[in-house]
């Protein structure tokens, strides 16, 4: 009679618990994230608190950049520095918009790792970068591309998001599709490329610096080019190079 009384105990216990258990096919999750290629769609989310000094890297990686682009050069606009103090260490992606993809949960190892990592840097001139002057600022490719080898940036932007294993946002996705929709390669237009590409026949031959750079100082001013009737001066022009096109349209001088 003790053993009936304490299995039917059991078995009353067991029939008030047992509906209340997850079925075995139920999922451990809500939806599925979607991706876009090798990305995870997601909105951005700030998990901590952004500070741009978790984000440090050494003044010294310039040097590594400029090699790697092959000079003082800017594969946003196409222009030529004269000096590094005209330019500005730009990251592709933005730090504060890899802070709210994903590097807001990284170590601090992480952080400053992605800040100096070079397949996530290039130069731009102040103009281009920074915020108070209207630049690309922290802005992602859904509202900002650069006016020159956008191709390029599109692909880096991608592979840049992928190392880290950053999320990328619905809008800044189908930009940058759009873009790569229209590419035949992602490799960066660099210096040398750009004047094969862009030199017309048309234009008088010899050094343009010798031609038009009357101060000798490595720069064709806006004076000196409308002192020689060249002005304005498009990027097709072989004088354009050795200018500074602040507003990067491709025409300086007009």
């Known amino acids: 009679m003790r053993f009936s009384i304490a299995a039917l105990f059991l078995l009353l ?3 008030c618990e047992a509906p209340h258990s997850p079925p075995p096919s139920a999922p451990a ?10 990305l995870a769609i997601r909105p951005e989310s700030r998990c901590a608190p952004y500070n741009r000094r978790d984000y440090r890297y050494p003044q010294s990686v310039e040097r ?3 090699k790697e682009l092959g000079g003082l050069y800017s594969p946003y606009t196409g222009n030529h520095f004269s000096s590094a103090r005209e330019t500005d260490i730009e990251h592709i992606v933005a730090l504060s918009e890899a802070h709210d993809s994903g590097l807001c949960a990284a170590s601090d190892a992480i952080r400053r790792a992605f800040a100096a990592d070079l397949l996530n840097l290039t130069l731009a001139s102040p103009q281009v970068n920074r915020c108070d002057r209207g630049g690309k600022c922290a802005q992602d490719a859904a509202e900002w591309l650069p006016p020159h080898n956008q191709c390029w940036f599109a692909g880096r932007v991608v592979a840049v998001r992928r190392k880290y294993q950053l999320t990328i946002d619905r809008r800044e996705a189908d930009a940058l599709e759009r873009v ?10 660099g210096p040398t490329d750009l004047v094969a ?12 610096l010798a031609l038009w750079d009357d101060n000798r100082n490595g720069r064709i001013t806006c004076e000196e080019a409308r002192r020689h ?4 001066v498009e990027r097709t ?8 096109d602040g507003d990067g349209d491709g025409v300086v001088c007009e």
């Open 13 to 15: 216990i067991f029939a």
């Open 29 to 38: 999750s809500g939806k599925a994230t979607s991706h876009w290629r090798g």
């Open 237 to 244: 022009h072989p004088a354009y190079p050795f200018m500074r």
């Open 180 to 189: 790569l929709a229209t590419c035949n390669s992602t490799a960066m237009i």
């Open 197 to 208: 590409q862009t030199a017309p026949l048309e234009q008088p031959a010899g050094d343009p």
């Open 64 to 66: 590594a950049i400029i």
């Open 229 to 232: 009737g060249i002005a304005p």
